[in-house]
């Protein structure tokens, strides 16, 4: 019965890809074909559409995406957005699982929006979106464009509801959220986009709870989390989570939002931080105990800050200045407050650096 599912599915999948006279791989149905070209590995999928029209179609269909990812065939890349000295704006991509690692440039971002501060930048299905923004010439835009991975290609995307820029960008149940900011109006500061890929629309929502200052944003929990750099009336941190089952916004803990003082990831769940106000040390919010705990040290010749952080399985991806990388396994930690045994990936000669990075999985 297992057999008979895979291949109706497997022939579903081929046949959402453009109908030609010519068979994927010559002498096999094209159920079997899509099989065994699945289990290519990503890094020569460029490779396999230079093949054949019919097998460039596929690759470039979503429904490949779709196979591969529930079939546990996907394999997840880190994106990183950077700026140089002269503004210009720039992404480049990660293997991590490679042999010999290290970061190549994504070529293609529109030269128009390259020199744009504030963007937005999140990974959503087999897409990159970068959003909003703003620069000298003109005040923050609505516009969004999006980079399929697979066709290897920059588009214009649905622009957003409200003009932003400077704000939180996250991804919660297959849906996209731009947060707060600096907006064109100054009341839609405290309003929130969301963009549903199923319709392709935009829903703009307000909440007085929702602020510019942005400053970091994290997935925690099946909710949204949103770090602000001030109170309305202290100078304190402070931060704020959306709960989607009721559409609302709630301060968050203040016993978590005290030692979120950096660049932020969740893993499995939990909560990391790398605070290097004293030091360079990977902090943990431990949710039974409600503190902060110090689970290891680097090097502070490894690090070169402003960091970004991002995870691929239990490894954390520490990306520094000229996209200078230090792999951690937080799965492999030893006593609290170590020196924490970690990899390294070398950087690039340009001096860029990171506004954010994302994993994209195909």
């Not at 579903?12 to 099989?35: A, F, R």
């Not at 959003?131 to 290609?153: H, K, M, Q, R």
């Not at 939990?270 to 503190?291: E, F, P, S």
């Not at 996209?323 to 970690?342: F, R």
Request: hydrophobic fraction near 40%; charge should be negative; charged fraction near 20%.
């Amino acid at each position: 019965m297992e057999n008979v599912d895979f291949r109706e599915e497997s022939s579903n999948c081929v046949n959402e890809v453009e109908n030609t006279n010519s068979v994927l791989i010559y002498g096999l149905p094209d159920d079997i074909s899509l099989m065994c070209l699945a289990r290519v590995p990503r890094k020569y999928h460029p490779v396999l559409k230079c093949v054949s029209k019919r097998w460039r179609d596929l690759i470039c269909n979503e429904e490949w995406c779709t196979y591969r990812r529930k079939h546990k065939l996907d394999e997840t890349w880190i994106y990183a957005l950077c700026r140089d000295k002269l503004n210009e704006t720039f992404c480049y991509v990660l293997d991590p699982t490679a042999s010999v690692r290290n970061w190549k440039l994504v070529d293609g971002i529109p030269p128009h929006i390259s020199k744009r501060k504030g963007m937005g930048f999140e990974a959503l299905g087999n897409k990159l979106f970068l959003l909003g923004g703003c620069s000298w010439s003109i005040d923050c835009t609505d516009e969004v464009y999006s980079y399929d991975a697979s066709s290897n290609c920059w588009v214009q995307a649905t622009s957003m509801s409200t003009a932003r820029c400077f704000f939180a960008c996250e991804v919660l149940d297959e849906k996209l959220y731009a947060i707060g900011g600096l907006a064109s109006n100054p009341t839609y500061s405290h309003s929130w986009d969301t963009f549903d890929p199923l319709t392709n629309c935009w829903r703009s929502q307000r909440d007085i709870a929702v602020f510019s200052d942005v400053e970091d944003s994290v997935v925690l929990g099946g909710k949204i989390y949103v770090r602000f750099s001030r109170y309305p009336v202290t100078p304190h941190l402070f931060a704020i989570v959306y709960e989607p089952s009721s559409g609302t916004w709630q301060y968050a803990d203040a016993d978590m939002v005290s030692g979120w003082t950096g660049p932020a990831v969740v893993v499995e769940d939990t909560l990391y931080v790398l605070d290097q106000t004293l030091g360079t040390r990977l902090m943990m919010w431990h949710k039974g105990r409600r503190q902060w705990i110090q689970v290891g040290k680097l090097s502070p010749l490894l690090t070169r800050p402003p960091c970004q952080l991002v995870a691929v399985g239990r490894s954390i991806f520490i990306v520094g200045k000229m996209l200078s990388t230090v792999v951690v396994d937080v799965g492999n930690l030893g006593n609290e407050g170590q020196v924490l045994m970690s990899s390294s990936i070398p950087g690039l000669l340009s001096d860029f650096t990171v506004i954010s990075c994302k994993c994209l999985a195909i």
